[in-house]
């Protein structure tokens, strides 16, 4: 008797690259929601064209399991509360609601010169050490977790306190499970006491606006907390890095996207369509049978739309692969859609915005100091070099 073929493995991004892998151009052509092994073996089906992954991530009968509970079979002993990301109805609206006042772009904008004074403050600490730098540890990293902890009114040095839980959390498959479960305790924990000083904190922060909203309790507080801890913060310090990875391989990369306030909001779009903000899978399953992309997909069964490779269709975008500052339209999805688009999308495009055009008049003429092969990059799902030296005119 003929054994079953096993189901090949999730493509995996080429050194040296942020992504997304090349074979996904195969996938997207001849079998674009196709049968793969995840990570820790289980059977999934991979999406990966455009039009595919745009239905998956707004279709509500495709849901997120609460971490650490996929596969099914082994329920962790210390059940993980849910975030944002697995919450639906009334109970996701209601929450996300409250994390999307403070969220506002009108608010965010306000608060648009404060964000612009952090990025100085790094590009400070460039300047005074001159070049060679490495903008990765002086500006990439730093610079997102100080508009994080001034959004959070915490000290940025509490990153002690998540930011090694958050890396391991947007890293699932690369981590055995009770490491990850580990870490979504500690963040649970750490934003249940961010939840608790609510008014001692300062009146501008999340905490404070939280406590004033009569609609959430302790654990809905701690709850939008966590979600904002570990969608907020790493994500944008890898994006960032790897951003600036592509921009200053480019003749004049800085100086060209900032050229004037459209171009750089062009370019930004750009960027989170050519560099993966989340070049991980996402992981949902199925509440009900449904078809997706011509396949028939069984309740119970795992979907993984891959963004990055949505974002790289040659069907919605010419020249996919060529990074274009000027491409107009853009409808990438690096933010998602649907109930659950990033509520953070326009925070995640301000750090871009400010945080390119603050170096750009900081350090003219800023390029790589070293052969954009040579640079060693971070295996883990959130890809971005793990040193980025650059030199720029004194």
């Not at 460039?126 to 730098?133: E, N, T, Y």
Request: aromatic content about 4%.
């Amino acid at each position: 008797m003929t054994g079953q073929v096993a189901a090949p493995p999730i493509p995996e991004a080429e050194p040296g690259s942020p992504g997304a892998p090349r074979a996904y151009a195969a996938l997207r052509a001849h079998d674009p929601v196709c049968r793969v092994a995840a990570p820790k073996g289980e059977p999934a089906w991979l999406v990966t064209r455009h039009a595919d992954v745009r239905a998956a991530l707004a279709d509500p009968r495709l849901v997120r399991p609460l971490a650490g509970t996929w596969p099914p079979g082994h329920p962790p002993a210390r059940p993980p509360r849910p975030t944002l990301l697995e919450l639906s109805g009334a109970d996701h609206a209601r929450h996300r609601s409250a994390a999307a006042a403070f969220l506002s772009p009108r608010r965010l904008e306000a608060g648009a010169g404060r964000i612009r004074a952090l990025a100085h403050e790094c590009a400070d600490h460039l300047v005074r050490q001159g070049p060679p730098a490495d903008l990765r540890a002086g500006f990439a990293a730093p610079f997102p977790l100080r508009v994080l902890c001034a959004l959070l009114g915490v000290d940025p040095a509490e990153e002690a306190e998540f930011g090694p839980h958050v890396r391991t959390v947007l890293n699932p498959a690369r981590v055995p499970s009770e490491a990850f479960l580990a870490s979504v305790a500690a963040l649970e924990d750490y934003a249940g006491r961010l939840a608790d000083r609510g008014r001692r904190g300062p009146d501008s922060a999340l905490p404070a606006a939280l406590a004033a909203d009569p609609a959430l309790d302790r654990d809905g507080r701690a709850l939008v907390v966590q979600s904002v801890l570990i969608a907020g913060y790493h994500t944008v310090v890898q994006h960032l890095g790897a951003a600036l990875a592509a921009l200053l391989q480019r003749p004049h990369g800085l100086a060209e996207v900032c050229a004037s306030p459209h171009v750089l909001d062009t370019a930004v779009e750009e960027l989170l369509r050519h560099v993966p903000l989340m070049n991980a899978f996402v992981l949902l399953v199925a509440t009900e049978d449904l078809e997706l992309g011509g396949r028939a997909i069984a309740r119970g069964e795992a979907v993984m739309p891959v963004i990055a490779s949505a974002n790289r269709d040659r069907a919605v975008f010419a020249d996919p692969d060529d990074l274009a500052p000027r491409r107009r339209p853009n409808p990438h999805l690096a933010f998602g859609r649907g109930p659950h688009h990033c509520l953070g999308a326009h925070l995640a495009r301000m750090e871009l915005r400010i945080g390119l055009a603050v170096l750009a008049e900081r350090l003219p003429g800023a390029r790589l100091a070293v052969p954009a092969h040579s640079l060693a990059w971070d295996d883990a799902d959130l890809r971005a070099p793990l040193r980025l030296p650059a030199t720029w005119s004194t």
